[in-house]
């Protein structure tokens, strides 16, 4: 019987959504916003990094993405204590399908074959002292 793969890597930067295309109003032509291009390149980087050499999975695809927000300037101590222990959630851009869409279009042919084979997916928006990204990729 074969092991499933499983990975895991934290992103060490805030979290950016995925943004739409853009289109050059000279040319004509649509391209991927610099900020989209540089996050995607910082997650893919950060799997190689720590998975050199690794096929990608094959099979069904589990996502986890835990997108770890930085505490609000303005807060009180209780609200502070609030959304550490999670009662209070971030409801701030970006939204969950783009926080989604940015970090599996990043790892499309390095972690997996193809995102269509994704077919559970868990993305939770929470706050935390440090800012950073989870992300559990697994076989099942």
């Known amino acids: 019987m074969k092991e499933n793969k499983c990975f895991e890597i934290e992103i060490e930067e805030s979290i950016t959504g995925k943004q739409r295309p853009r289109m050059n109003t000279r040319t004509g032509k649509t ?15 950060t799997f190689i990094n720590k998975y050199p050499n690794v096929d990608p999975i094959e099979g ?3 996502i986890t993405i835990i997108a770890n927000y930085e505490l609000p300037k303005q807060r009180s101590k209780l609200q502070e204590a609030e959304m550490l222990a999670g009662i209070i959630q971030p409801t701030k851009k970006p939204d969950w399908d783009n926080i989604a869409k940015i970090v599996t279009d990043a790892l499309n042919k390095f972690a997996f074959v193809d995102d269509n084979q994704i077919t559970e997916a868990l993305v939770i928006k ?8 989870y992300v559990r990729v697994e076989e099942y």
């Open 31 to 45: 391209y991927t916003p610099t900020k989209t291009k540089n996050y995607e390149y910082l997650v893919r980087y």
């Open 126 to 133: 929470r706050y935390a002292r440090v800012p950073s990204v």
């Open 60 to 62: 069904k695809v589990k």
